[in-house]
C-alpha cells in the first residue's frame, strides 16, 4: 500500500490492543520513514480524536516506533515525535481510568530509562503529567523520575518482593514489543512464499533477523530471572505468614476462651447486683415478740424418789394406793345404816302404795337395799338359793 495520509488515518483506525497489529503498523510506519514528520502530524490527531482506551493503543504505537527507531540508530522518528509527545502524552493521561493512567506512567518510565527522548522532551512530558495529577486533587502521585516503582513506603520484608515486581513490569513493557517484532520478521524471513534473495542480502537478512531474536531472548530472559526472584520471596512470605496464622488461630482461640469466661463471670455478678437491688426494696421485717410467755418446764409425772406403791397427780396429795382385792365385799350392818334411812324406811312401810302399781314389800326392800349398799345378791353367795334343773342341764 503506497502511502498517503488516509493510509494512515485507515492504519490507525484499524489498530487494536494486540501485540502483533501493533507491530504490524509500526512497521509499516517505519518502512515509510521518509513520511516521519507527516505521520507523527497524523498520529497526534488522531490520538486527541480517539477515546481514552484507543488513545493507550496508540501510545504504545509510539513507543514501538521510536525504541525501533533508536535500537537501528535511526533519529527520523525520535526527532519529529519529540515536539509533540508531551502533549500527546498529557492527552492520552486526561480523563482516564487509573489503570490507563498507570501504564501510560510506565511507559513514560521506559522512555526515562532507555533515554528515547532528548533529557528536556523526557522533563516536559513528566511535568505535564504531574501537573494532571495536582489538578485532579486527592494527592499527588509518585514522581516519575525513578520513584515509580519505588517501595520505600512499602513494609521491610515486602520492599525486595516490590522490586521484583517493578522489574517484572519494565520487562514486560520491553519484551512485548521487542518479541513481537521478532516473532514477525522470524515469519517474513521463513515463509515459504516468500521470495528467495540473492545470497549477499539473505545473509544479510538472516544476520539481522539472528540480531532481532538475540534481543527478545534477552528481554525474555531478563522477565524470566525477574519472575523467579519474586516467586521465591513470595515463597518465603508464604511460608512465614502460614507459621503466624498457626500461632494467631491458637491465640484466637485462647482469646474466644477467656472472652466466653468473663462473660459468664459478669453475667453473674450483674445478677447478683440485681438481687441485691430487690432484697433493698423490701423493708426489714421486726422481730415479732411472743404472744404468751414461754411455758414452764413440765415436771415429770411420777417425781424421783417417790415410794413405790403411792401415784402422784400434778397439784394432789399423795394418796395411798390400795392392794387389788378380788373378795367379795361384806355387807354393812344393819346397825350401821344411817339413821336419816331408817325413818325413812318406817315412814314407806306405814304408807300404802298410792300409783296403783301394787308394788309388794320386796321390791320397796331392795330399793333400800341398794340405797344402802346391800348386795342383794349375797344368798347365792352360800349355795342358799338353788337355780332349776331345766335351767342347769341348759348351762
Known amino acids: 500500500m503506497s502511502y498517503t495520509g488516509d493510509a494512515v488515518r485507515a492504519k490507525l483506525s484499524a489498530l487494536n490492543e494486540t501485540q502483533e497489529a501493533i507491530v504490524t503498523v509500526a512497521q509499516w510506519i517505519m518502512f515509510h520513514r521518509k513520511h516521519s514528520k507527516e505521520t507523527?502530524?497524523?498520529?497526534?490527531?488522531?490520538?486527541?480524536?480517539?477515546?481514552?482506551?484507543r488513545r493507550l493503543n496508540l501510545i504504545y504505537l509510539a513507543n514501538e516506533v521510536v525504541q525501533q527507531s533508536k535500537a537501528r540508530k535511526r533519529s527520523e522518528f525520535v526527532d519529529d515525535f519529540g515536539p509533540i509527545i508531551p502533549e500527546a502524552t498529557a492527552d492520552a493521561y486526561r480523563g482516564a481510568t487509573i489503570d490507563i493512567q498507570q501504564k501510560i506512567r510506565r511507559v513514560v518510565e521506559v522512555w526515562r530509562e532507555r533515554k528515547i527522548f532528548q533529557p528536556a522532551v523526557q522533563s516536559e512530558v513528566e511535568a505535564k503529567i504531574d501537573e494532571l495529577?495536582?489538578?485532579?486533587?486527592?494527592?499527588?502521585?509518585?514522581?516519575?523520575?525513578?520513584?515509580l516503582f519505588s517501595a520505600s513506603s512499602a513494609?521491610?520484608?515486602?520492599?525486595?518482593?516490590?522490586?521484583?515486581?517493578?522489574?517484572?513490569?519494565?520487562?514486560?513493557?520491553?519484551?512485548?514489543?521487542?518479541?513481537?517484532?521478532?516473532?514477525?520478521?522470524?515469519?517474513?524471513?521463513?515463509?515459504?512464499?516468500?521470495?528467495?534473495?540473492?545470497?549477499?542480502?539473505?545473509?544479510?537478512?538472516?544476520?539481522?533477523?539472528?540480531?532481532?531474536l538475540a534481543n527478545a531472548e534477552g528481554a525474555v530472559a531478563e522477565s524470566v530471572k525477574a519472575r523467579r526472584a519474586?516467586?521465591?520471596?513470595?515463597?518465603?512470605?508464604?511460608?512465614r505468614n502460614k507459621e503466624e496464622l498457626v500461632k494467631e488461630e491458637a491465640q484466637l482461640a485462647d482469646i474466644n476462651s477467656k472472652k466466653t469466661l468473663t462473660d459468664?463471670?459478669?453475667?453473674?455478678?450483674?445478677?447478683?447486683?440485681?438481687?441485691?437491688?430487690?432484697?433493698?426494696?423490701?423493708?426489714?421485717?421486726?422481730?415479732?415478740?411472743?404472744?404468751?410467755?414461754?411455758?414452764?418446764?413440765?415436771?415429770?409425772?411420777?417425781?424421783?424418789?417417790?415410794?413405790?406403791?403411792?401415784?402422784?397427780?400434778?397439784?394432789?396429795?399423795v394418796i395411798k394406793e390400795e392392794p387389788n382385792n378380788f373378795a367379795?365385799?361384806?355387807?354393812?350392818?344393819?346397825?350401821?345404816?344411817p339413821q336419816r334411812l331408817l325413818e325413812e324406811e318406817g315412814t314407806f312401810a306405814k304408807q300404802a302404795p298410792t300409783n296403783g302399781s301394787g308394788e309388794e314389800p320386796s321390791a320397796k326392800k331392795r330399793k333400800i337395799a341398794n340405797m344402802v349398799g346391800v348386795d342383794e345378791y349375797a344368798e347365792f353367795a352360800d349355795g342358799g338359793l338353788k337355780i332349776d334343773a331345766d335351767i342347769e342341764a341348759m348351762l
Open 40 to 53: 507523527a502530524q497524523v498520529w497526534a490527531q488522531r490520538l486527541k480524536d480517539s477515546p481514552a482506551p
Open 133 to 147: 495529577d495536582k489538578a485532579r486533587g486527592g494527592g499527588k502521585k509518585p514522581a516519575l523520575g525513578g520513584s
Open 155 to 212: 513494609p521491610p520484608e515486602y520492599q525486595t518482593i516490590l522490586s521484583h515486581q517493578a522489574k517484572i513490569t519494565k520487562s514486560e513493557v520491553l519484551s512485548k514489543p521487542t518479541i513481537a517484532s521478532a516473532l514477525a520478521e522470524y515469519e517474513k524471513q521463513t515463509s515459504p512464499s516468500a521470495p528467495i534473495p540473492s545470497a549477499p542480502v539473505h545473509a544479510a537478512r538472516l544476520s539481522a533477523l539472528l540480531k532481532t
Open 230 to 239: 519474586l516467586v521465591e520471596g513470595l515463597e518465603k512470605i508464604l511460608t
Open 264 to 317: 459468664a463471670k459478669r453475667r453473674e455478678v450483674e445478677d447478683g447486683i440485681i438481687r441485691g437491688l430487690a432484697n433493698e426494696g423490701e423493708p426489714e421485717r421486726p422481730e415479732s415478740e411472743p404472744l404468751t410467755p414461754p411455758m414452764p418446764p413440765i415436771e415429770s409425772i411420777t417425781p424421783v424418789g417417790t415410794p413405790k406403791g403411792f401415784v402422784t397427780t400434778t397439784g394432789a396429795d
Open 328 to 337: 367379795e365385799p361384806e355387807p354393812p350392818a344393819f346397825d350401821m345404816l
